[in-house]
């Protein structure tokens, strides 16, 4: 019986890794050499594709007959099963050399087979490698895109607050509407690279869920007066919604925006209705299907798949890239949702979403966020920001200057703040950008926590900020001594409030 167990041990191999690809276990059965690999993704290039799997998987994936050379040049043919537990990956590799090597002699006996087998692992390969291209080409796009779409935001909203006159005005708000458009495009691409990277998560927290969807309605009903069409908007939302839930605000928001904004924009004439209905609903949760109407152009038949793919344009004449139902597609499934549509061409268009969302019996606590957060009267605080790109600079220098509360330092490398910090300047607070030359800002933020003795120095209060996408790079700031994180592109009020609650919860220099 141990000599049956012994051998089928020894055709396995178990590692276990976390959801950045660390390695937390590993038998070192099949693969004795990869006993040095801190990372899976170091062992061998095969474990890229993790980074296509929905985390945490609901169930066991398999990928068959996998060559994976050795260091003495040998090959493993393999199976490998993909299994996940909360935060951890299960991996398990069977060793089939010996079954699929025979299978391999017979294939090759008939050429025709052998070379559609060739071809089929060629066009895997370049699946696999055009998939990486993408999700790599996304997440540099999103990077390079983050900081200016900041900046003009940042920059649109300070000169509204200045005193114009009518047609500067008018002109700042064209701005400001295609900036909102740009960001719109931005979050799209985010999203999709986060999921299509393995790199999503939602950000749940518990609010009011009827005053989110009249807030939905006046904001839209706001854009429909000031648009050029007569179209008329209604509403219908259930009196038997229980108010109080508990999910992802945000990206409940960017679906129902998405359908709304679509309706509006294919809309000439007619009217828009936007419903919300209770379904039944288990345990602790509520059933609701949200609906959106309209009387617009209407999508032909063949064209009601395509409109969910990326990229789709059904209709050349509209502007717009094709991303937002695709996004709205992706988070529904992830919720475990559902979305249909019905429509006729020429007559109009519905859109059906059905989402199950958590009860909560918590009140909003997302109400003090709508407006700015205040500091003590009469305390100035000093604050050191580090930002190596300049209109970035100069626009956080702007934002805080305007709130008044503040003395700032700015630099642009992590070595001039700290000959900064070092020439017995104290520091309320720290806002330092992640990416910087030469010392990057996490090897800054280290050096602060680590390097010195005095708490005026290794204790301030840090925010990181960076326009890099996704988890990781917030849970490395984190691993080394942020207090906070903000992602780009952000508002005034996100930076301004971000400061605020940091310094209520650190005792400050008052100046």
Sequence with gaps: MNSRYNKIQNKTQLITIDNEGIIIFNDNNLFPEWKDCISIFEAN???????????????????????????????????????????????????????????????????????????????????????????????????????????????????????????????????KNESEYMQSVFNDLLSISQMNSGDFKFNKSHFNIVEFFNSIINTHVKLIKGGDNPILFSNEIDPNIFPNVYGDKRRIHQIITTLLTNAIKYTDEGNIH???????????????QISVKDTGYGILKKDQKRIFRAFSDVDASISGIGLGLNVAKNLIHLMGGSIDVKSERGVGSEFIVNLKISRSIKKDTEKREETMLKLPEGKKYRILVIENRLNTQYLIMKQLLKHGAFFIDVFSSAEEGISA???????????????????????????????????????????????????????????????????????????????????????????
Excluded: W
């Excluded at 300047?425 to 602060?448: A, C, Q, R, W």
């Excluded at 790079?473 to 508002?491: D, L, M, R």
């Design 45 to 175: 290039s095969f474990f890229k594709i993790i980074h296509s799997l929905n985390f945490p998987i609901k169930d066991d994936e398999t990928y068959k007959a996998i060559p994976i050379n050795t260091n003495t040049n040998d090959e493993k043919i393999c199976d490998i099963c993909f299994s996940s537990e909360g935060k951890e990956l299960d991996i398990i590799i069977y060793d089939y050399s010996t079954i699929y090597k025979e299978l391999n002699n017979i294939l090759q006996e008939n050429d025709e087979l052998s070379v559609k087998l060739n071809n089929l692992q060629h066009y895997n390969d370049l699946l696999l490698n055009k998939q990486e291209f993408q999700n790599q080409f996304l997440a540099n796009i999103n990077h390079e895109l983050s900081a200016p779409i900041t900046s003009i935001n940042g920059f649109v909203d300070l000169i509204l607050s200045t005193d114009l006159d009518y047609e500067q005005e008018e002109i700042v708000k064209f701005i």
């Design 274 to 288: 936007f419903s919300v209905v209770r379904l039944k609903g288990k345990h602790n949760k509520q059933s609701l």
């Design 421 to 511: 910090i070092e020439g017995n300047s104290k520091y309320d607070l720290i806002v330092t950008d992640i990416k910087l030359p030469n010392m990057t800002g996490l090897e800054f933020i280290s050096h602060i926590r680590k390097k010195y003795s005095d708490a005026f120095i290794k204790d301030i209060p840090i925010i990181g900020i960076s326009g890099i996408p996704g988890f990781a790079i917030q849970n490395k700031a984190h691993n080394v001594g942020v207090n906070a994180f903000i992602s780009k592109p952000f508002t005034q009020k996100i930076l301004i409030n971000k400061i605020i609650k940091v310094l209520t919860k650190n005792t400050a220099i008052s100046i």
